[in-house]
């Protein structure tokens, strides 16, 4: 059975490959509006369910693997900026507090008529606005795409005071999650990933280890 990342994120395709699997990629056509009476934590898992069964749907014979990122403050779900206006403003929101970081992953097969959706959350405390760090920030314009209007991995992380919880969450894909919902499906994944965690094979993994 072939496995598929339904995404068209780099940074997912660059993780997900950290765990020696072959597998191919197909952006999912999915329109990520957000539901209004759910939760945060609820509307990534949907995003990512439904990223993975568009895939899933022509492709019998695979393993389709979906994900979402969304950052909540205050209790609200904060999203990707339409501009760097909106960047700036979510920001200044973020600066100098903590928020949480949801990414969910989902697993579909039609052939084996499965379905698997988990979740994890990481608590980010972000640094403040000194010395004008955040303008810096907003003018390489890495903000644009990323939720919450940062990138750990890049020179976001030089706006991050620490976090308490798996980096590679943050970034955009729960390593240990998607190895254990493999696991579950029958899918062997050839590295070992204590061993993965240890080494840190990624952009700024090591600055916030934990």
């Known amino acids: 059975m072939q496995l598929i990342l339904a995404s068209s994120s780099p940074r997912r395709q660059e993780l997900l490959a950290l765990l020696g699997l072959s597998f191919h990629v197909i952006p999912p056509n999915v ?64 600066a100098g507090r903590s928020h949480h970081v949801h990414t969910a992953v989902a697993l579909c097969s039609r052939e084996r008529e499965m379905e698997f ?48 919880g798996d980096y590679t969450t943050v970034v955009g894909l729960p390593l240990k999650l998607v190895a254990r919902l493999l696991g579950l499906a029958g899918y062997p994944v050839p590295v070992h990933v204590e061993e993965l965690y240890r080494r840190r094979p990624y952009a700024n993994w090591f600055r916030f280890a934990v």
């Open 117 to 164: 959706v988990e979740s994890d959350t990481v608590k980010v405390r972000m640094k403040l606005d000194l010395d004008h760090r955040y303008d810096r920030y907003l003018a390489s314009q890495e903000s644009l795409g990323k939720a919450g209007a940062y990138a750990i991995q890049g020179l976001g992380g030089d706006l991050v005071d620490r976090i308490d």
């Open 31 to 94: 329109h990520e509006q957000p539901t209004p009476e759910l939760a945060p934590i609820e509307q990534v898992r949907r995003f990512a369910l439904e990223k993975a069964r568009v895939i899933a749907a022509p492709e019998l014979h695979g393993l389709v693997v979906g994900s979402d990122t969304v950052i909540e403050l205050d209790g609200q779900l904060l999203g990707k900026p339409v501009d760097l206006q909106d960047a700036r403003i979510m920001l200044a929101r973020l």
